[in-house]
């Protein structure tokens, strides 16, 4: 069996999360690839002794670059603040890498552009993390409206909604300063979450009138004083998209201010004979509604059967955010190895181009209180 050796550039929060994938990798049922994380980068020698567990990782280092000399190496997982995306991501193409990009693939428009087009000139595969279509209620979502079951499209609602910042005396971190993660803000931080599905099954925005929210405006900075938190808590992008020919109106949303809301991921989607929805806050429930001579909305109680990849888990057991990142890892190494076939695969970097420009039109959006065309940000009257 091939083997594919990765490394990882940032080994906080989501790089031991991918780790821990990984390491779970022999429980695929019949996987066509062994992945194993050999390399390891972090400048923060406390993050990397947590390494030292992993059995497979040969190179601990804290110079990315010397990662990136290892020949050994074939796929790099970058896991970094969004200021460093595009000098780190354009380092590992021009190394001979192929490439795994947290969200949002670069810090704007501009940076996701030039990342998309070193991929294109030096023919590496790359691909941008987003883990939740690969629950199986979201591959019921998807399966639902490919079917034509739910007749004409009239209304997509997608989101993604946090509230770690309804504390108001959580200390401040990188995510909550532009210069660190963008002036789009909370859209950077969730934004390609909400609109890799919609982007997959073609409805591309086309307007947007956004309503953004700096909510929270300093925190404590952990040395005894404040700090000014300057980005977007929270965002709703109201846009249109054209369906089968059709306009739709989508409304996105991004929050980190969402009262009642730990970590939910959601998307909704309605007909003229039918509609679908799905949330993580219920991550076992899928509801349909069905037209008749009554209307009625049905729940049907999920377990872990319907992965794009099986495993040995049992089709009873409820799936949780480990095991459709271990999903999500293995979409892309399947698809690198060009044995994805139908299956979902991670978001594309045209997807992720695209998300960007969603972003750029709703900063411009917010600014001139006008509906935005995308791509080329003509204004016209809200």
Not at 15 to 20: D, I, M, Q
Request: with cysteine; aromatic share 10%.
């Amino acid at each position: 069996m091939k083997t594919v050796n990765i490394g990882i550039i940032g080994g906080g929060l989501m790089g031991r999360e991918a780790a821990s994938a990984f390491g779970r990798w022999f429980a695929l049922n019949d996987f066509p690839v062994k992945a194993e994380l050999t390399s390891v980068c972090d400048l923060n020698e406390n993050v990397l002794a947590w390494y030292k567990n992993v059995p497979t990782v040969t190179q601990l280092t804290t110079d990315y670059k010397e990662l990136l000399a290892n020949p050994s190496v074939d796929v790099v997982y970058v896991a970094v603040p969004h200021n460093l995306h595009l000098e780190l991501y354009l380092e590992v193409l021009r190394a001979g890498k192929d490439l795994l990009a947290e969200k949002p693939f670069g810090i704007d428009l501009e940076a996701a552009n030039a990342i998309k087009a070193e991929a294109d000139k030096t023919g590496r595969f790359v691909r941008c993390s987003s883990e939740f279509p690969f629950l199986p209620g979201v591959q019921r979502v998807i399966s639902e409206v490919k079917s034509g079951n739910l007749g004409r499209i009239i209304e997509v609602k997608a989101g993604f909604l946090h509230s770690s910042d309804m504390d108001f005396n959580k200390p401040i971190n990188w995510k909550r300063q532009t210069k660190y993660c963008g002036e789009i803000g909370v859209m950077g931080d969730l934004g390609m979450h909400v609109l890799h599905v919609p982007l997959r099954l073609g409805w591309k925005p086309e307007l947007v009138f956004a309503q953004l929210q700096k909510i929270v405006t300093e925190r404590p900075d952990g040395k005894g004083g404040v700090a000014p938190c300057d980005t977007w808590n929270n965002a709703i992008l109201n846009t249109q998209v054209t369906i089968a020919g059709e306009t739709v109106p989508m409304t996105l949303e991004t929050k980190r201010l969402a009262p009642g809301e730990t970590n939910t991921w959601y998307i909704e989607v309605y007909g003229t004979e039918g509609g679908v929805r799905y949330s993580t806050k219920d991550t076992k429930a899928l509801w349909q509604f069905k037209m008749g001579r009554e209307q009625q909305w049905q729940r049907t109680d999920l377990g872990f059967a319907g992965v794009p990849f099986p495993t040995v888990t049992g089709g009873i057991f409820e799936i949780g955010f480990p095991d459709c990142f271990m999903q999500m890892l293995a979409a892309y190494v399947a698809e690198r190895e060009g044995a994805l076939g139908e299956r979902f695969g991670c978001a594309t970097p045209e997807e992720a181009v695209e998300s960007h420009k969603v972003f750029a039109a709703a900063l411009e959006s917010a600014k001139t209180k006008s509906v935005v065309r995308i791509g080329n940000l003509e204004t016209q009257p809200a």
